[in-house]
Every structure is written in C-alpha cells, then in structure tokens.
C-alpha cells in the first residue's frame, strides 16, 4: 500500500516493494497533473521504502514507473491555517478498480477565516469554483471572503434558496437525547434536496467545472452527503463511502466550537448550554448517512436509482463524469 503520511511541515510516502519496484522514479508537485512543472525527489532502489519532503503547503507525488506510466499519490488531508476538515476525496478504488483521480474534488468546513495563504493554495489547487451549500442565514453571519480567479456560488442543500437573511432567535434545548433523532431527520431532508443536487452535477459534468470545492458549515452533514453521492456516482463501494463520511470524526471538537458560535447567535435563552450536549451533532455517525440512503432507496428503490430518476442524472452524463474523475 502506498501512503501518505504529515506531521506539520514534514510529509512521507511509504511504500511495500510490491507497488513500487525499483527503478520507479518519485516526483514532487504542487498540481495532480503528470505532465506538469515537477521536481525529482529519487529513483527507488531495493532498500528504498519512503521518502521525506518538508512543504507545509499540499503536495502531490507523481511516480513514474519503469515502464512508463504514472501514478498520482496525493494527501486525503490537507492543512489549511482558517479552515478544518479540508480533504480530497481522490484516491478511492471503485467496484471495477478504477481509482477517483486526486486533486478534482475537494471538501472543507466553512471558509470565514481563511487566510491570505489559505487562498493561495485554493489557487495553487487549481479550485475552479466553491459550492457553499448553506443557508442563507448561515452565509449573512459567516460570509465567505471573496478568492481571486475563484468563483462562489450558493447552492443550499436541505433550506431554500430565497430563505430571509434576518437571523431569528429560537429555543435550543438544553438535552442532548433530543439531537441524535434531530440528525435523522435532517438526513431525510436533505435527501430531498434533488433540485440543489442537480444544480450541482450540471456545473460538474456539463461545464467540467473541476477542481471544485464543496462545503457547508462543519463539512460533515450537507457536505457528507453530496460527497457520498459523488462517490457513488463514481461506484466507490459503500463502505469505502461510509469510511470516508467518518473521517470528519477527528475534527469533533472543532464542529463543537462552531455549534458554540451558533448557539450563542441564535438562542433566545439567557442560560448557558452546555456545548456537550450538542455531541451527536457533532459527530459524523455511519447510521445517519445510512438513513440518507434509506430514504433514497424508499422512494427510488437504490442510490443508484434515486442519482438517475431523481436528481436526473443520464447514463451519458455518469459515463462522461466516470471518464473525468476516474483513471487505470
């Protein structure tokens, strides 16, 4: 297996002699491209298992093998300084063996704070547009700052697109047994946000607009979903998907600080929560992308169905996104 693997600044490729044999050479990059402006790092030898580089900006590896072919490594994390839960979704193998090219799709919490850096290295991404799938109240008190050569566009998922502005203050509870059944059920909405979905696969597949960037205020739930169902499109496995849903796990407390913000916006109460009862929203649990599915598959039949009958997906528009976003 090949792996990356970041501490700060410092990121390694390790490797087993099985998927990189010897006189492969290893290239460092800042774009997924083979074809693109590249640095040599080494030529692998037999004793040769990993290579060392220090770059706190993403990189990608581009391994050249003997007989010619390439194979782009890039970084399922990667470190932003404003913003959490940035990952590439690249990488993953689907049912046929064809892997999901990296650096074509991209997930993130908000971008509010981004820094002057942070939006360089959007750029150096190559990102083409960001889909920002919250609300309207959401985006009026946490704008994203505007990115040069990127655009932004409000694609809401699971709320209207012409919902008010004016941020209401409403009764939060002070109980953490009501938020698990509250999940499911935005779940269930978000399904139903078929028109939001297509809006999105059309600027994807018929303009090819990739790199892009999606993200809502976490990058967990309405980010979770529609990278599910990209990745489905894609026929990544389920549990490939589902493994991929749980990674946000590692940034829970940072969700938590968000809710924290949220709270004390909109709760009309002059008690203080407790931000620990807000746990169950803050965590990316398998069961409620499975119910997501369940209700695709209650009214289609499968994800499958519900992406072609329901969002209105052809079967040239998936064999023209399986051509761009696949490679092997």
Not at 148 to 159: Q, S, V, Y
Not at 193 to 199: A, I, P, V, Y
Not at 320 to 326: D, P
């Amino acid at each position: 297996m090949i792996q990356t693997n970041r501490h700060g600044n410092q990121l390694t490729l390790t490797w087993s002699p099985t998927d990189i044999l010897a006189g492969t050479i290893i290239f460092q990059s800042n774009t997924a491209t083979p074809t693109s402006s590249k640095k040599q790092l080494l030529v692998v030898d037999q004793e040769t298992k990993l290579v060392l580089v220090t770059d706190d900006t993403p990189v990608f590896f581009i391994i050249q093998h003997p007989d010619g072919t390439h194979t782009v490594i890039g970084e399922r994390t990667i470190p932003l300084e404003g913003c959490f839960n940035f990952r590439d979704l690249g990488g993953y193998v689907n049912t046929a063996g064809k892997t999901v090219k990296w650096g074509k799709l991209y997930r993130s919490s908000l971008l509010t704070n981004i820094t002057e850096k942070d939006k360089d290295t959007l750029e150096k991404l190559g990102v083409s547009w960001i889909c920002d799938l919250r609300s309207t109240s959401e985006i009026a008190a946490k704008p994203t700052p505007a990115i040069a050569h990127i655009k932004n566009r409000h694609i809401p998922i699971g709320t209207a697109k012409n919902e008010s502005t004016e941020s209401q203050k409403i009764d939060i509870p002070d109980d953490h047994r009501v938020y698990e059944p509250l999940m499911g059920e935005s779940y269930r909405v978000f399904a139903q946000s078929k028109d939001g979905f297509r809006e999105i696969f059309t600027d994807i597949i018929e303009k090819e607009e990739v790199p892009f960037l999606f993200h809502c205020t976490a990058g967990k739930d309405r980010t979770g979903v529609l990278g599910a169902l990209l990745l489905k499109l894609l026929d990544v496995p389920e549990n490939t998907i589902l493994a991929d849903y749980e990674l946000t796990n590692q940034y829970a407390d940072n969700i938590l600080g968000e809710m924290q913000g949220l709270v004390n916006a909109f709760s009309n109460s002059e008690k203080k929560i407790d931000v620990e009862n807000f746990r169950p929203m803050a965590e990316a649990r398998p069961a409620y992308l499975k119910i997501a599915f369940d209700e695709m598959q209650k009214e289609y039949g499968s994800v499958d169905a519900y992406l072609e009958k329901g969002i209105g997906i052809t079967p040239s528009e998936k064999a023209k996104f399986q051509t761009m976003m696949l490679e092997g």
